[in-house]
């Protein structure tokens, strides 16, 4: 099992939707959680972290976080086409190494 | 990102040529990393330094070698390109290891034919 799972898509989603993007990790001692978005031939940007459990909100994005279940997830509000990107999942485990996700892809058509 | 500055952008090499990748942060950060990214494997940590003076191995280490030059500066060195490690690299530094997030370079592209 990798240690942080994440489905790769393509996830289509309309214009004005919700987009729901679920990652999930083995290492119970995790403790910190980042999503970044990275445009095709671009770098990967942060878009938010969350260390504790629950909903974590900054404009369109919310983060929420179950520790107990191991899954963190994004949540974009009102999607625009701009948002059309690979969202990454990040974990800092208990080894203090951040493990990034294989990513996943999101396509919001007009 | 002006934060971290990678060069070179774009890079072509024959196999068994040798290379070596700059990153510098201007940010006073104290960790930094190296990732390749891979289609269908996502980013993969090479190595990384915590802190200026240590450094250590990653996922991927095998046909590596890295330098913590100082705190602002970490190379990436190939010693012998081989095709397999065709990429792209991204350099990434945190302010702290453990808890900060990561910000990027804007990656180089190795093709190794």
């Known amino acids: 099992q990798k240690e942080v799972e994440q489905n790769s898509g393509p996830l289509s989603v309309p214009e004005g939707a919700i987009a729901s993007l679920n990652c999930t990790y083995s290492?119970?001692?995790?403790?910190?959680f980042f999503w970044y978005r990275q445009y095709s031939g671009k770098s990967p940007e942060l878009i938010m972290f969350?260390?504790?459990?629950g909903d974590k909100e900054d404009g369109r994005f919310t983060a929420q976080l179950n520790k107990a279940s191991q899954y963190v997830s994004l949540l974009i509000r009102d999607s625009q086409p701009s948002d059309s990107a690979t969202y990454l999942c990040?974990?800092?485990?208990?080894?203090?190494?951040?493990?990034f996700g294989r990513g996943t892809s999101l396509i919001v058509h007009p | 990102n002006a934060g971290v500055t990678q060069t070179p952008k774009f890079q072509v090499l024959k196999t068994g040529q040798s290379m070596t990748l700059q990153c510098a942060q201007y940010?006073?950060?104290?960790?930094m990393y190296w990732y390749r990214q891979d289609p269908g494997m996502g980013l993969r940590l090479i190595y990384y330094?915590?802190?200026?003076?240590?450094?250590d191995k990653g996922e991927v280490p095998n046909g590596y070698n890295v330098s913590r030059l100082n705190k602002r500066e970490f190379s990436l060195r190939l010693e012998s390109a081989a095709p397999s490690q065709t990429s792209v690299y991204f350099c990434?530094?945190?302010?702290?290891?453990?808890?900060?997030?990561?910000?990027f370079g804007n990656g180089t592209r190795l093709t190794v034919t």
């Open positions: 290492d119970r001692g995790s403790q910190s």
């Open positions: 990434a530094s945190s302010e702290l290891q453990g808890s900060s997030p990561l910000h």
């Open positions: 940010m006073n950060h104290n960790s």
């Open positions: 990040a974990v800092i485990r208990g080894s203090y190494i951040p493990t």
């Open positions: 969350i260390y504790s459990n």
């Open positions: 330094s915590a802190s200026e003076g240590t450094t």
